[in-house]
């Protein structure tokens, strides 16, 4: 892989991952904040209190899985083969 090649994957890679904490911490609001109208009770917790913690984290793991996968790509290090830095 060309040296371009791979500062184009690793902008990629930032990108998409500025994306995905940014989804992560949208569906945080929505599932802890926008559920904290309702009356609904699971196990004598809120149901605001089960969606904004495991709900959300359940979701960040899912999208970490989904970027570890799919977005991020194993690089070659160029250094590592010329013995080092120079």
């Not at 902008?11 to 609001?29: D, G, M, P, S």
């Not at 209190?49 to 989904?66: D, E, K, M, P, R």
Request: with cysteine; glycine share 8%; charged share 20%.
């Amino acid at each position: 892989m060309k040296r371009s090649e791979k500062f184009r994957q690793a902008n990629r890679e930032a990108k998409t991952t500025v994306l995905a904490t940014i989804a992560v911490i949208l569906f945080w609001i929505l599932a802890g904040f926008g559920l904290s109208g309702s009356d609904i009770v699971i196990f004598d917790t809120p149901i605001w209190v089960i969606g904004g913690c495991i709900v959300s984290w359940l979701f960040a793991v899912v999208v970490a899985w989904w970027l570890a996968n799919y977005v991020i790509k194993d690089v070659e290090d160029d250094t590592a083969a010329e013995g080092g830095h120079k």
